[in-house]
């Protein structure tokens, strides 16, 4: 009876494996673009990365919309956001800003997740990078006249 | 007595030679021997330095960049004229002492002394108005025009202001201390420098 069980259970098995691995094996004649490594293979050095310029925007980049996070107007790669320090808060923070004349981080950065307001930055904001970005100098693939607000 | 005379000169005169001699052979030794101490190769054959700041070097911009200048540990950390470098030099016993004692000679030793020993580099550049990054960097010798609004604003009003490289630009070739709190290093109202 066990055994039984055990060749029914194998050969439902072997099965599913066969009729799921189909359309894998089909699709073996189409390319893959790996979006992230492109035609590179794995197993060698990455293509050089391409060097393009920060934008350096006095005044800040404009918003698109009310609420955007404003875009970095400023090259950062010199900056460290890590477990030791957050580099950012050398020019942005609440007490820093006014020597380094920088803008100061947005009140809501001081909130934490039940609205209540907290002395240093909260911790769900400290990686200023998940939502504020610099923007590397490019043309426009296609003429806009979209205006973002200030 | 006549005769006794030019033995007298002769006599001064090797003894002035042997002098010279044994001048030239110790003082060269001496600074052939200071010269040895102050190359990195010296620097990284401890392997506190290997380990920790050299690694830690070669991500920086003074190891790696466009032009193709590197400085080595000494253009940074000893000072190029022979009075500050023979005081710097002395200093070092006391790196040698602690060395052969082993006080950092593990990466959580070496971490645990970090905020400790950026602390003396940095008094000591703030002392010296970062005389070492003064051998290549100077603000007269700097084109406003060519950098960066950013840059150019603030370097101008730090010379203004009197600040010294080192008041800004602190973790540029080493990692900082995790003690470091970048919003407690306004320029001039720092507290990481020790008095």
């Given at each position: 009876m066990n055994t039984m069980i055990k060749t029914a259970t194998r050969s439902l098995v072997l099965a599913l494996t066969l009729t799921s691995a189909g359309p894998a094996l089909a699709a073996d004649t189409t390319v893959i673009v790996?979006?992230?490594?492109?035609?590179?293979?794995?197993?060698g050095a990455s293509a050089p990365v391409e060097r393009r310029q920060v934008e350096v925007v006095q005044g800040g980049i404009a918003r698109?919309?009310?609420?955007?996070?404003p875009m970095i107007p400023h090259a950062i790669d010199k900056y460290e956001i890590s477990l030791r320090l957050?580099?950012?808060?050398?020019?942005?923070?609440e007490e820093t800003y006014q020597a380094e004349k920088a803008p100061k981080l947005g009140d809501s950065h001081y909130l934490d997740r039940d609205g209540k307001r907290l002395d240093r930055l909260s911790m769900r904001r400290y990686f200023c990078t998940q939502c504020h970005a610099p923007q590397f100098e490019g043309t426009p693939l296609v003429d806009n006249a979209f205006e973002g607000r200030r | 007595m006549s005769e006794e005379k030019p033995r007298t000169t002769k006599k001064a005169l090797t003894l002035l030679l042997i002098g010279v001699a044994v001048g030239i052979i110790f003082w060269g030794g001496f600074n052939t021997a200071m010269e040895a101490t102050n190359t990195e190769t010296f620097c990284i054959s401890c392997h506190e330095m290997e380990a920790n700041v050299y690694k830690e070097l070669q991500d920086t911009v003074h190891y790696q960049n466009r032009t193709g200048v590197r400085a080595t540990c000494p253009d940074c950390?000893?000072?190029?004229?022979w009075v500050h470098k023979i005081v710097r030099k002395v200093q070092a016993t006391n790196e040698l002492y602690h060395h052969f004692m082993g006080t950092i000679d593990t990466r959580q030793k070496f971490e645990a002394t970090r905020m400790e020993l950026a602390q003396n580099v940095w008094t000591a550049m703030k002392n010296t108005d970062s005389r070492e990054c003064r051998n290549c960097h100077n603000f007269d010798s700097m084109d406003y025009d060519k950098q960066d609004a950013r840059s150019s604003t603030r370097h101008e009003d730090a010379a203004e202001a009197g600040f010294t490289c080192i008041d800004c630009h602190k973790g540029i070739a080493h990692k900082l201390p995790k003690e470091y709190d970048p919003e407690k290093d306004i320029p001039g109202q720092s507290i990481f420098y020790r008095n």
């Open positions: 790996d979006p992230q490594r492109r035609d590179q293979p794995l197993d698109s919309y009310k609420e955007q996070p957050n580099g950012c808060l050398k020019c942005h923070s | 950390h000893v000072p190029k004229d």
